[in-house]
C-alpha cells in the first residue's frame, strides 16, 4: 500500500521540478495570483464553504446537487462543487465518466445534444444560469470554451476568427478597436508573434497547436468571465502542449480556469485544483468522488479510488 | 568475407516473377483493333459481332498470357483491369457520339446571324434563334430566382431546425418531388394558371413555375447534402462564442458550404435548361423576341429545335440545320454553367473536415 503512494510522491515530485523548469521563464501574471495560487487552502476548495472572495473580475461557480442526462440514460449524478475564481480546476477521470458532459453544462452547451436534459442549479455569481428567465446565448458570451479539436472557422482568416466572435454578433466595433482586440487576444495565446505578417491568411493553414492557439485567443477576445477547456491538448505534441500549458498559468491572473484532462502528469503541473470523476460500473451515472488541492489528490488523496487513478492502478 | 557470406546464402524464396513485356497489353489491344478493323472493311461480316467478339477474345488472350507468364494473381489483375477499361469504354461511346454528332451538324448554322436574328417571318432558309436563347435565358432565371430561396431555406430548416414527423414529411415529399415527371410539372403548372387565367393560357411564367417544380427538389437534396458536411464543432464554436442560432447558421454554417450549394444551383439549372415537355405545354411556341415572361408566348431552345424538327417546310434541310444548331447552343450553355460552377466551387470551396 505504502509502495505506490511513494512512488507516486516521487513522480510528483519530479514533475514538479520540471514544471516550474519549463513555467518560470514565461510567468508574467502578478505576485499576488501567484503566491494564492500556490497556497491553496483546503478549506476554501471544499463544496459551498470558504466564501472569502479573491478581488478579481473573474467569476465563482457554485454547483447544487447538478444531474445531467441524455434522454433516459443519467450521465452524472448529484454533483456538488465549488469552482474558485482565478483558479485552473482539473477535471480527471477514464473515458465516458462525465467530465466532458458536466463540462458543457456550465455554459449551457449539454442541453444543444438532442436528448440533453439538466436538472439542478449552477451559480455564477449569484446568478443561477439553468433559472428559466436566463437566456442560454447571454451565459455562453460570459462563459468561453475551448474544444477537444483546434477548430477555427474555415472560411475566414486568422484576424477574422480571432474577433468572430464580435463579427458574428454584428457588434459595432470599430477598425482600430477591432486591430486592438486582436493584438491583445493573440498577444495573450502568445501567437501574436509567430501570425503578426499573415493575419489575412485561413487561420485552418496554421499548425495544429497554433490553431487550438487560435481558438483561445478567439474564446478570449470576447472577454468572457470563465473559460472551460475540453482536453485541449489531446490532439497535440508535447512542445504545443506545453505552450498552451504556459499559456493556461497565464491566463488564470484574469479568468477562472475549468480543464478537462486525460493527461494526468497536464492536471498536476497546469492545476491548482483536482476534481476526480469516476463511475462505479459501467452503465451507471457518472460522480465527482473527491475534489481537492491538486498537490493532495496526487500526494494523498482521501479516496482509494481516486489513489488508484492517479497512481495508474486503476482497470 | 562477410559480402562473400551474405552472397552465398541462397534465399528462402525467389522474390522474382516473370512478367510480360511492357508493351505486352497495349499491343494485343491494339492488334486485335487492327485485325478487327480490317475483317470489318474486307468482308461483309456484320460489324458489331466482329467488335464484340475482338474485345472478349482480346480480354481471354491476355488473361491467358498473363497467367501462363506471371501467374494467377497478376493474371486477375489484368482481366480486371482490362474489363472496367471495357466498361468505361462502353459507357463513353454515346456521349462522345452524341457530342460529335451534334456539334458536325449543328456547326453549319452556328453562326452570326442564328444568334442576332429571331425566326419571324423566316420561311425556308435564314433567320435564328435569338428569340429562342434570349426565352431560354428568361424562363430558367425566373425559375432560379424563384427555386433557389425556396430550396436553401427548406434544406436549411430541414437540416438546422426540423426535427420529428414534420421533418420526416417534407423529406419524403421532397423524395417524391425528385422523381415526377417533368411533363406532369407542366400540366400542374398549366392547370394551376389556366384555373386563374382560363384554358389555353400560354405565358412565360407559366413555364418557369413548371420548371421550379422540377428544380426545388434538386436544390433541396444539393443544399442539405452540403449542410450535413459542415461539421458539427464548428455549431458548437460559434454557440461556444454566445453567438444565436440563426447567426450561426447564417454567417458560420452557409458561407461554409456555399461553394457546394453554388454548385448543385448550378446543376440544377443545367437540369432544366433543355427540358421540352413542360414548356411546350405551358409557354407554347413563338417566333418573335418576347422578354416579358407575363405577357405572352415564348420560344425556347429545346422547343425551337422540336418544332423546326417537326414541321420543317417543303425545303426541309434549313430546318434541320437550325434544329441542329439549336441543340448545339443548348449544349454550349449548359456546358458553360457546368464550367461557372466548377469554377465557383473551386474558388470559394472550403476544406471541411
Known sequence: MAEPTERSQEYMDSTEKLDRGATAPTKEGPDVTDSVATSVDVQTVLPHEGRESVATVAKRIEITDLNLYYGSFHAVKSVNMTIQPNKVTALIGSSGCGKSTFLRSLN?????????????????????????????????????????????????????????????????????ALDEIVERSLRGANLWNEVKDRLDR??????????????????????????LMDEPCSALDPVATLAIEDL??????????????????????????????????????????????TETIFSNPANKATEDYVTGRFG | MSALDLTATPPRASLVRGSLP??????????????????????DVNAALVLVSAVVLCGVGLYAWSRAVEG??????????????????????????????????????????????????VVGAGGGASHAILGTLVITGVATLASVPIGILAAVYLQEYGHGRLKRSITFFVDVMTGIPS????????????????PGIRLGVIGA??????????VVRATEEMLKIVPNHLREASYALGVPKWRTVVKVVLPTAL??????????????????????????????????????????????????????????????????????TLIVLVMTLSLVARLIQRRFGTETR
Not at chain 1, 205 to 227: D, H, K, M, N, Y
Not at chain 1, 258 to 264: A, E, P
Not at chain 2, 22 to 43: E, Q
Not at chain 2, 313 to 325: H, L, M, N, S, T
Open chain 2, 209 to 218: 413555375v413548371a420548371l421550379s417544380v422540377l428544380m426545388i427538389p434538386i
Open chain 2, 72 to 121: 494467377a494473381r497478376t493474371a486477375t489483375d489484368r482481366g480486371v483491369t482490362f474489363l472496367v477499361s471495357s466498361a468505361f469504354a462502353l459507357a463513353i461511346a454515346p456521349l462522345v457520339s452524341l457530342l460529335y454528332t451534334v456539334v458536325s451538324r449543328g456547326f453549319a448554322r452556328f453562326d452570326y446571324q442564328f444568334f442576332t436574328e429571331s425566326s419571324r417571318n
Open chain 2, 183 to 198: 411533363i406532369v410539372a407542366g400540366l400542374f403548372a398549366y392547370a394551376l394558371f389556366a384555373l386563374f387565367l382560363g
Open chain 1, 108 to 176: 449551457r452547451m449539454h442541453e444543444l445534444v438532442p436528448g440533453g436534459r439538466v436538472d439542478g442549479a449552477v451559480i455564477i455569481d449569484g446568478q443561477d444560469i439553468y433559472a428559466s428567465n436566463v437566456d442560454p446565448v447571454a451565459v455562453r458570451r460570459q462563459v468561453g470554451m475551448v474544444f477537444q479539436s483546434p477548430n477555427p472557422f474555415p472560411t475566414m482568416s486568422i484576424y477574422e476568427n480571432v474577433v468572430a466572435g464580435l463579427l458574428l454578433n454584428s457588434r459595432k466595433t470599430k477598425k482600430p
Open chain 1, 202 to 227: 485561413p487561420g485552418g493553414g496554421l499548425s495544429g497547436g497554433q490553431q487550438q492557439r487560435l481558438c483561445i485567443a478567439r474564446a478570449t477576445a470576447v472577454e468572457p468571465e470563465v473559460l
Open chain 2, 22 to 43: 511492357s508493351w505486352g497489353p497495349r499491343g494485343l489491344t491494339i492488334g486485335a483493333a487492327i485485325v478487327a478493323l480490317g475483317l470489318i472493311a474486307a468482308t
Open chain 2, 259 to 328: 461553394g457546394g450549394i453554388i454548385s448543385g444551383v448550378m446543376l440544377a439549372i443545367a437540369r432544366v435548361m433543355g427540358e421540352t415537355a413542360p414548356l411546350l405545354i405551358t409557354t407554347g411556341a413563338f417566333s418573335s423576341v418576347n422578354l416579358n415572361p407575363v405577357d405572352g408566348r415564348m420560344q425556347n431552345l429545346a422547343v425551337f429545335a422540336f418544332n423546326q424538327y417537326k414541321n420543317p417546310g417543303v425545303q426541309r434541310e434549313p430546318y434541320f440545320d437550325r434544329a441542329w444548331a439549336a441543340a448545339l
Open chain 1, 248 to 293: 493556461i498559468q497565464q491566463l488564470k491572473a484574469n479568468y477562472t480556469i475549468v480543464i478537462v484532462t486525460h493527461n494526468m502528469q497536464q492536471a498536476s503541473r497546469a492545476s491548482d485544483v483536482t476534481g476526480f470523476f469516476n463511475l462505479e460500473q459501467s452503465g451507471t451515472p457518472g460522480q465527482l468522488v473527491e475534489l481537492d488541492t
